[in-house]
């Protein structure tokens, strides 16, 4: 099994016209997702063809994300709108009763976010992201812009607010393999959170082990090692970034920064082993935490 997105999620893009999302829904193609539509008002009754390792695949537009909906059983939307548009177009897909919407935009204002957000919780639909790689089931569906080389299917569930440390780790085990991948995102107000993919992880009876990265800045990994001590069964291994930055500067993501000892690497740290998960230094030692846990 796996969490969130499975090979029979079927996939639209909002924005997939643009540039990046021209880009990105070719690869998301190549990878074996089902894309079945593209979203834009000012295109509807169009089509955008791609190549697809030799092979043409044409697919529609559709002016709304409802009319998308209707037309291809779509359950997933994946997010390439700049960030000025943003906010509507994930809350045209709320309206919608979008059961995932995975925005990867960078950029997207807080305030906005916080009220897509909320509204999502309302509604009943699960937001990934913004800022965030996307989520990956390796052999089944990619919705994002992870690489789907990298690793293959698995015993190991991965969230992380960080995308490249998302595609190290899936690196580093690409020879175990993974259910699946969430890049939560790294911006100060997320949809889906750590607890909520540790939560999947611990339901989905094929995860055996799970592995949770986090960074400097906020409480989200304190919050998550609550939750592991109270609720999870299995083995977590955990990784935070960030342990030689500087008190009082943002670093990359805009929810890393540090402020006294609140939010830093080593609070997290010792929050974590007290909940009794193992925390790498490195990514590598990380993995090499998890190769222990999955031999024993």
Known sequence: MTIFLNAASRVIVQGMTGSEGQKHTARMLASGTQIVGGVNPRKAGESVSFDVEGKTRTIPVFGTVADAMAATGADVSVVFVPPPFAKAAVMEAIDAAMPLVVIITEGIPVADTAVFTAYALEKGTRTLGPNCPGV?????????????????????????????????????????????????????????????????????????????????????????????????????????????????????????????????????????????????????????????????
């Not at 690793?151 to 991965?158: A, E, R, S």
């Not at 259910?179 to 939560?199: F, N, Y």
């Not at 540090?258 to 082993?273: I, Q």
Request: hydrophobic share 40%; proline share 6%.
């Open 136 to 296: 990956i089931s390796p052999g089944q569906s990619n919705v994002g812009i992870t690489p789907a080389t990298i690793t293959g299917p698995g015993p190991i569930g991965l969230v992380s607010k960080s995308g490249t440390l998302t595609y190290q780790m899936m690196h580093e085990l690409r020879d175990l393999g993974f259910t699946t991948c969430v890049g939560i995102g790294g911006d100060p107000v997320v949809g889906t959170t750590h607890i909520d993919c540790l939560a999947a992880f611990q339901a989905d009876p094929d995860t055996k082990a799970i592995v949770m990265i986090g960074e400097i800045g906020g409480d989200a990994e304190e919050r998550a090692a609550a939750y592991v001590k109270e609720h999870v069964s299995k083995p977590v291994v955990g990784y935070v970034a960030g342990f030689t930055a500087p008190e009082g500067k943002t670093m990359g993501h805009a929810g890393a920064i540090v402020s006294g000892s609140a939010g830093t690497a080593e609070a997290k740290r010792v929050a974590l082993e007290a909940a009794g998960v193992r925390v790498g230094t490195t990514p590598s030692e990380t993995a090499r935490l998890v190769r222990e846990i999955l031999r024993a």
